[in-house]
């Protein structure tokens, strides 16, 4: 079983910047983030592969958002800049149990955090 906790969410203007980190109970493979917004489905943001070499990113937010992880405290963060109204939701980060070629579907996750709210508004 590997825990997860998210933080760094809040509310921030049009064109800011948030950090988010989510902190793992233990090392896990490909981590990711997702979100989901008032009425909508849960959907791919990010996601980084067990060494932090290969990262993948929803065509939603390339140039915007960047994943990163560090082994060393098994957390992740997701630095997000130039934020935009549409991209408030509740965001989840997730972990797979082992090594997946799927990465950008949330069926193919097994642990979850417990959400963090990000809100973009003026």
């Known amino acids: 079983q590997v825990q997860l906790v998210e933080s760094g969410g809040g509310s921030v203007q049009p064109g800011g910047s948030l950090r988010l980190s989510c902190a793992a109970s233990?090392?896990?493979?490909?981590m990711g983030w997702f979100r989901q917004a008032p009425g909508k489905e849960r959907e791919f943001v990010a996601a980084i592969n067990w060494s932090g070499g290969k990262t993948y990113y929803a065509d939603s937010v390339k140039g915007r958002i960047t994943i990163s992880r560090d082994n060393a405290k098994n957390t992740i963060y997701l630095e997000m800049n130039s934020l935009k109204p549409e991209d408030t939701a509740v965001y989840y980060c997730?972990?797979?149990?082992?090594?997946?070629?799927?990465?950008?579907?949330?069926?193919?996750?097994?642990?979850w955090g417990q959400g963090t709210q990000v809100t973009v508004s003026s």
């Open positions: 233990k090392r896990a493979f490909t």
């Open positions: 997730a972990a797979q149990s082992e090594n997946r070629i799927v990465v950008v579907s949330a069926t193919s996750y097994d642990y």
